[in-house]
Every structure is written in structure tokens, then in C-alpha cells.
């Protein structure tokens, strides 16, 4: 089955070690979204790929970095993990911009 | 900043209840997105509604876009168990990014 899936899915860091998250993709979908998601709330885009074109938000912590090697994987990197990034990570993918998101099952950070 | 507000927070139901909520935009939404999300999961796509005023309906699911396209809400005819999670709108204010909204978690009582 066509699917998005997240690796690991339980990732524990130390205080400001740098981590890496990762997401692949069968669906062969031009769009890749990473999403930061803390308990009770909304998720909250970080950054998106159309293809190759990088899409930062303007309140995404420099912190973060994304890259996207190729269609299928798009990696989420964490230079100097804080206590604050302590998060539900998800990766999710759409056909095209303004279509449908799928979701990931998520990689759950913790930063000791 | 852009914002979009969902009422209520929580809602708690009896199974076999009406449910219904609410998401508010601070702007004009080109479209919007309703997910939802089960305990310990990820969002699932629930449906997309692209025209003012259009309402689209999924079994027991009944879903309307506001004539202004700054809301929207989503209501479940006679609730069951298997509807628990939390409700997400999702409006896309022309930018081609989604905002989400704050969520309506529901808890259905059996």
C-alpha cells in the first residue's frame, strides 16, 4: 500500500545533540509538509517542499533545517535541540498544493 | 497573524448525540480541510470544501463552508464510540500552506 512512513517513531535526544528525523514517501506526491505537534495542540507547519523548492516559515526556529534529496524522502534536522522542541514531529505529503495531506504516523521527540 | 479558532474545546457527548464544531478564520480562506485525529494518532483526511456556502455530507458527517469562506463547522448526526479524537480545521488563506485550527476534541460516552 502507497504510504507515508516516519523513522524512528520514538526518537530521544540530549539537550542540544543534533538529530535527524526521517520521512519517506510511495505515494509519489510532489509535496512534503513537516509539522511540529505538542500535546493538546494543533499541529503547526515548520517548512514544506513543492518538488524542490523550499518553503520556510517565517516563525520556524533557525534551528530547524529540512532537506529532500529526491521525490520520496525528506529529512527533518534539529542542529541544537532544546527542551522546547520536545514534540510530536509529523511528515505528510499532497499531490499538489491545496490537495489532500497524508499524514505520517510521527516520530514523538524527547529531549532530556 | 492568521488565525483560525474552533469552539468547543472539548465536548463531551452520549452515544447517539448530536455533535457539532465550529472553526472561525480571522481572513478570506480560499479553501478549507477538516482531519481527524485519534487518541495516539495522526490526522486522516476527512473532506475538502472549496465553494461559499457549500455543504458536503459523508454518512452521518455533514459538512458546510460559510458563505463568507471565514467558517466553517462540522456536525456528526447520532455520535458512536468509534467517532472519539480530536477535530481539526484546516484553512488555506491563498497561500497554498494550511493553518490549522485549535481542535475539538470529542469524547463520546457509551
Known amino acids: 500500500d502507497a504510504m507515508v512512513i516516519q523513522n524512528p517513531r520514538y526518537q530521544v535526544t540530549q539537550f542540544g545533540k543534533p538529530v535527524t528525523l526521517s520521512c519517506s514517501q510511495t505515494l509519489n506526491h510532489n509535496v512534503m509538509y513537516w509539522y511540529q505537534q505538542k500535546s493538546s495542540q494543533a499541529p503547526k507547519l515548520l517548512f514544506h517542499y513543492y518538488d524542490k523548492d523550499f518553503n520556510n516559515e517565517a516563525d520556524t526556529p533557525d534551528n530547524f533545517q529540512s532537506r529532500r534529496p529526491n521525490t520520496s524522502f525528506c529529512f527533518l534536522d534539529i542542529r541544537s535541540p532544546g527542551l522546547g522542541d520536545a514534540a510530536m514531529y509529523l511528515c505528510a505529503t499532497s499531490r499538489e498544493p491545496s490537495y489532500e495531506q497524508y499524514f505520517g504516523p510521527g516520530t514523538r521527540l524527547t529531549v532530556t | 497573524g492568521q488565525q483560525v479558532m474552533q469552539i468547543p474545546q472539548y465536548q463531551h457527548v452520549q452515544e447517539g448525540e448530536d455533535f457539532t464544531t465550529y472553526c472561525n478564520s480571522s481572513t478570506t480562506l480560499s479553501n478549507i480541510q477538516w482531519y481527524k485525529q485519534r487518541p495516539g494518532g495522526h490526522p486522516v483526511f476527512l473532506i475538502q470544501?472549496?465553494?461559499?456556502?457549500e455543504v458536503k455530507k459523508q454518512k452521518r458527517l455533514t459538512f458546510q463552508f460559510g458563505e463568507a469562506k471565514k467558517n466553517s463547522s462540522l456536525h456528526i448526526t447520532a455520535t458512536q464510540t468509534t467517532d472519539v479524537g480530536t477535530y481539526f480545521c484546516a484553512g488555506d488563506p491563498g497561500t497554498y500552506k494550511y493553518i490549522f485550527g485549535t481542535g475539538t476534541r470529542l469524547k463520546v460516552l457509551a
Open positions: 470544501l472549496v465553494k461559499s456556502g
